[in-house]
């Protein structure tokens, strides 16, 4: 029998978390409530229903507080289901894929600087050089005030409408870690993390 999959994604404004299987959804959820008792409020029908025998979650960039709330979810649920499979996916490498355009992705790490998904990487630069790479910026919506400046497109991260996409982008996780730890500090272009791997063809 095909693997219950259960996904969360908290990093950005929509919090979304669901489980599919075969392709299809058993179980899905989306909010906005901007708190780590909503993120709890919209998770537990899932454990009370389903147990999934793999976890697929989003490790960033994005909304501190989801990232850090889904890593300690899992690491709680990892100790309780040890044989559990956890992959991760990337924010940015999904969003430019269901974008769709050739034009950059980002989303802010803080008022300075941002993440950018660009020839097929993630790297970090701040707002002069962001400004720098062309317009319209597509964006990722996590905290209005750390939008960019000028013009930007947000992207419509809807996840419901891509759960092949979501398991084309994910890679084995199994420390349940990410990439992008906040202290650090970078000021020019860094490459933080191996390529994104290619995404299959997908019909919408």
Same mark, same amino acid.
């Given at each position: 029998?095909?693997?219950?999959?259960?996904?969360?994604?908290?990093?950005?404004? /929509?919090?979304?978390? *669901?489980?599919?299987?075969?392709?299809?959804?058993?179980?899905?959820?989306?909010?906005?409530?901007?708190?780590?008792?909503?993120?709890?409020?919209?998770?537990?029908?899932?454990?009370?229903?389903?147990?999934?025998?793999?976890?697929?979650?989003?490790?960033?960039? *994005?909304? /501190?507080? %989801?990232?850090?709330?889904?890593?300690?979810?899992?690491?709680?649920?990892?100790?309780?289901?040890?044989?559990?499979?956890?992959?991760?996916?990337? =924010?940015?490498?999904?969003?430019?894929?269901?974008? %769709?355009?050739?034009?950059?992705?980002?989303?802010?790490?803080?008022?300075?600087?941002?993440?950018?998904?660009?020839?097929?990487?993630?790297?970090?630069?701040?707002?002069?050089?962001?400004?720098?790479? *062309?317009?319209?910026?597509?964006?990722?919506?996590?905290?209005?005030?750390?939008?960019?400046?000028?013009?930007?497109?947000?992207?419509?991260?809807?996840?419901?409408?891509?759960?092949?996409?979501?398991?084309?982008?994910?890679?084995?996780?199994? =420390?349940?870690?990410?990439?992008?730890?906040?202290?650090?500090?970078?000021?020019?272009?860094?490459?933080?993390?191996?390529?994104?791997?290619?995404?299959? =063809?997908?019909?919408?």
């Amino acid at each position: 029998m095909s693997p219950k999959i259960l996904l969360i994604d908290a990093a950005t404004n /929509l919090f979304q978390t *669901g489980i599919f299987q075969n392709n299809q959804w058993l179980f899905f959820r989306s909010s906005s409530e901007d708190n780590l008792a909503g993120f709890f409020k919209l998770i537990k029908p899932i454990f009370e229903k389903f147990t999934p025998s793999r976890v697929i979650f989003c490790e960033g960039p *994005g909304k /501190l507080i %989801g990232i850090r709330s889904t890593l300690m979810l899992l690491r709680i649920f990892k100790m309780i289901h040890p044989r559990l499979q956890i992959d991760s996916y990337t =924010s940015l490498a999904l969003a430019h894929h269901i974008d %769709g355009s050739s034009s950059s992705v980002c989303v802010a790490k803080n008022r300075d600087q941002y993440y950018v998904f660009q020839d097929n990487r993630i790297g970090l630069v701040d707002r002069k050089t962001l400004s720098a790479l *062309g317009r319209p910026i597509h964006c990722l919506e996590t905290q209005r005030n750390l939008q960019p400046d000028g013009d930007f497109i947000s992207v419509k991260y809807d996840l419901q409408a891509h759960v092949q996409a979501i398991q084309d982008f994910a890679i084995p996780n199994e =420390s349940i870690t990410t990439a992008y730890d906040p202290q650090d500090e970078y000021k020019k272009w860094t490459s933080l993390r191996r390529e994104i791997p290619e995404t299959k =063809s997908e019909t919408f």
